[in-house]
Nanobody, 123 residues
Framework: QVQLVESGGGLLQAGGSLRLSCAAS????????MAWFRQAPGKERELVAA????????YYADSVKGRVTISRDNAKKMVYLQMSSLKPDDTAVYYC????????????????WGQGTQVTISS
């Protein structure tokens, strides 16, 4: 069982930067693939980025590639999403998610979800 708590959302102007954090609890966090999803109003939830258990393999959606970096600190049981050059289209609720398989940045299957953190980008 893993519990996930996101933080770091807020209201920013376009062009700004933001780092989202996800604090995880649970014995086997270090074995899990972790990811960030987002859901904008009226749209489906989409995978933004994923990172394998060791942090060596990463996936980024085309819409954020080059502007976003996912990272993790297994000692602290934390996952981060560093975002820059933010656009109004990045406005969404951002969710942290966990897949109990260790290396599934492709084919990620969310088994656990956080409650989400709102990111709003004004133009």
């Amino acid at each position: 069982q893993v519990q996930l708590v996101e933080s770091g959302g807020g209201l920013l102007q376009a062009g700004g930067s933001l780092r989202l954090s996800c604090a995880a609890s649970g014995r086997f966090f270090n074995d899990y693939t972790m990811a960030w999803f987002r859901q904008a109003p009226g749209k489906e939830r989409e995978l933004v980025a994923a990172i394998d258990w060791g942090g060596e393999s990463k996936y980024y959606a085309d819409s954020v590639k080059g502007r976003v970096t996912i990272s993790r600190d297994n000692a602290k049981k934390m996952v981060y999403l560093q975002m820059s050059s933010l656009k109004p289209d990045d406005t969404a609720v951002y969710y942290c998610a966990a897949d109990s398989r260790p290396s599934t940045v492709v084919g990620f299957r969310a088994e656990y979800w956080g409650q989400g953190t709102q990111v709003t980008i004004s133009s």
